[in-house]
């Protein structure tokens, strides 16, 4: 599978990721088979939160991972923290030094090669942040640092006052949540799409060379539905289908390279469990779709050009 430079780091990582949200929901045999799928499909990298399930998608995983063929050390481990349920955001020293420590007895593992701040608590103290992520990696218990769903002064706020680089944002981004690109295309019109919803944080990325990573890929709205197989979007699916064909790919491939073929180079989250599709979308890494297919997809999911 074709890798990715994870920030302006030596990582070489996958350019597909495992999300395991959905985790909690398989049996630990179950959940062997899928990270199994994964990793030989070329999928080395394990995107976790500490609210995934409750904890308990973490848990599933670190039983898997101990009972499956895989050697820790040949995985890049990430989890996210920050979110008290249905409650508040938290940004706090002892909830983020909680959350570390909870994923980490969960997942069975000694570190995380990556800590997010899952989306941007409006009571940080960016002062408090730098305390806790220097406690972190002098602890060996995080080795870089990232955040989730940050704009780009959020981005800037956290990382003027922390001494390590910020190097992964997650943000949405499918052949149906294009709202990053459309912003930048529509510049200087008045029309919805030219409505700068997220100050730019796509072009903001490229120029601080911060990895995005792509979370929804196959979904459409917030969580609405898959738009694969979708009878609401056939243009769409007729689109999708014509290029898996001549790919020699499913559907799912063809979404996943539609993202990895964007200059900002992506990285591309799938949550799904089931190992079929697991592999299928994972070969659409070492798709290289032209600019005209690109433009194509974009053009069959209902956008259009100023």
Known sequence: MKQRNIGETSWKTSAVALGIMRMNKLTSAEAVKTIESAYDSGINF??????????????????????????????????????????RYDFSKQHLIDAVNGSLERLGVDYLDSFLLHRPDPLMEPAEIADVFDELQTSGKVRQFGVSNFNPQQYLMVQEAVSQRLIINQLQFSIMHTGMVDFGMHTNMKDARSINHDGGILEFSRRMGVTIQAWSPFQYGFFDGVF????????????????????????????????????????????????????????GADVDLTKQEWYDIYFAAGNDLP
């Open 46 to 87: 394990i995107d976790a939160a500490d609210v995934y399930g409750n904890g308990d998608s973490e848990k599933i995983f670190g039983e898997a991972l101990k009972k499956s063929n895989i050697n820790r050390d040949n995985l890049y481990i990430q989890s996210k923290g920050g979110i008290v349920a249905d409650t």
């Open 228 to 283: 694969i197989n979708s009878d609401k979007f056939p243009e769409l699916n007729d689109k999708l289908q014509e290029l898996a064909d001549k790919y020699g790919v499913s559907k799912n491939g063809i979404a996943t390279a539609w993202i990895l073929r964007h200059p900002a180079d992506m990285q591309v989250i799938i949550g799904t469990m089931n190992p079929e599709h697991i592999i299928d979308s994972a070969k």
